[in-house]
């Protein structure tokens, strides 16, 4: 079960004055794969060959959607960070016809695990025509009709989107992250994953996302212009 590369590598609609160019994989996670390298199946491990990248933002197992993969420890703390205010939107299927008094709670914020959550953008929006068929179908009572709303949050908290719907009256049924930032999931079927560009001001800690060098194919540009510093400067 290995992910499928979908399109080239492109930039995101970022200004380069914002900062140096940074590479980050985009996955649309499928519902049940766990959001970690881990021992668990299904999980990241079974959809991207990419080694050293881990998730700047997870999703829980029972979510779909964008999820951004890095190589750099700073930039994944930019994106998770909400003083950097990365939006992160959702499309949201609650159990009920959510009315206008409970979207305005979601927006002014709501309390969940003792503290109020940050102002929100929700709106309702009409069943998403164009959203991918959920493996297994969502299981709906015949008797409650459910409804979908749009939320997009600047901050990323445990389970939060659906403490929050929880909280007004409206459980969630289903929950797709649809954008990160300047980055969305146009193109990406479930499983598959492209490479990005975006800037960061932050500095680099790792490598850029890509794969590690082969054993035994001699040492690397970077040392050989090192060594040759040396020898110039007779050590």
């Known amino acids: 079960m290995s992910g499928a590369r979908s399109n080239r590598s492109r930039p995101a609609s970022l200004p380069p004055a914002a900062g140096r160019p940074a590479r980050v994989v985009l996955f649309n996670k499928p519902y049940g794969v766990v959001c970690r390298f881990a021992d668990e199946r299904p999980c990241l491990r079974d959809y991207i060959p990419i080694a050293g990248v881990y998730p700047a933002g997870r999703l829980d197992a029972a979510s779909e959607g964008l999820v951004l993969l890095t190589?750099?420890?700073?930039?994944?703390?930019?994106i998770a960070d909400p003083?950097?205010?990365?939006p992160k939107t959702y499309l949201v299927e609650v159990e009920g016809e959510i009315d206008a008094q409970a979207i305005a709670r979601l927006a002014?914020?709501?309390?969940?695990d003792g503290r109020p959550t940050r102002?929100?953008?929700?709106r309702r929006i009409p069943p998403p025509g164009d959203l991918?068929?959920?493996t297994p179908p969502v299981r709906h009572r015949a008797s409650i009709p459910t409804s979908w709303i749009e939320l997009t949050l600047r901050e990323g908290r445990n389970r939060q989107v659906r403490k929050m719907t929880?909280?007004?009256?409206?459980p969630t049924l289903r929950l797709v992250r649809v954008r990160v930032g300047p980055f969305d999931l146009e193109g990406?079927?479930?499983?598959a994953w492209r490479e990005a560009i975006t800037w960061t001001a932050t500095p680099p800690t790792q490598r850029p996302v890509g794969p590690p060098r082969e054993r035994g194919a001699g040492p690397s540009p970077a040392a050989g212009r090192r060594r040759a510093r040396r020898v110039a400067r007779g050590r």
């Open 166 to 170: 929880a909280r007004v009256g409206y």
């Open 71 to 78: 190589a750099e420890g700073a930039l994944q703390a930019e």
């Open 119 to 122: 102002p929100a953008e929700v």
């Open 132 to 134: 991918w068929p959920r």
């Open 83 to 86: 003083r950097h205010k990365w």
């Open 188 to 191: 990406l079927p479930p499983g």
């Open 108 to 112: 002014r914020g709501v309390e969940i």
